[in-house]
């Protein structure tokens, strides 16, 4: 499994951002797709997970603010983090995070971090 994020970006503070991560290769076996994210010198926190069966959970932080969802069209597995109202505190890369055994994250496939700046 391949996961590919795009999206992500410069913005001031109470904008808003979209990423999105598209699975290849085995996508079809995906069970949960989600996001974490690392801002300097913090530790990697969860930010969204959702599962093949649409269960979704979120980090504290992001709780209201943020809109997981996931589409399993045939064909296609991708993720997409709608993020909204954001803060300085958001500023972080953003990780794109899959499993296709266990049910939640983190999972065992990782894409590329994008970055994302929020301005005061």
């Known amino acids: 499994v391949q996961l590919q994020a795009s999206g992500g970006g410069s913005v001031q503070t109470g904008g808003s951002l979209r990423l999105s991560c598209a699975a290849s290769?085995?996508?079809?076996?995906?069970?949960?797709m989600g996001w974490y994210r690392r801002g300097a010198g913090k530790e990697r926190e969860l930010v969204a997970s959702i599962s093949a069966g649409g269960t979704v959970k979120y980090g504290d932080s992001v709780k209201g603010r943020f809109t997981i969802s996931r589409n399993n069209a045939k064909y296609a597995n991708t993720v997409y983090l709608e993020m909204r109202n954001l803060a300085p505190e958001d500023t972080a890369v953003y990780y794109c995070?899959?499993?296709?055994?266990?049910?939640?994250?983190?999972?065992?496939?990782w894409g590329q971090g994008t970055q994302v700046t929020v301005s005061s």
């Open positions: 995070n899959a499993d296709d055994a266990d049910y939640e994250l983190p999972g065992e496939y």
């Open positions: 290769g085995n996508r079809f076996s995906i069970n949960v």
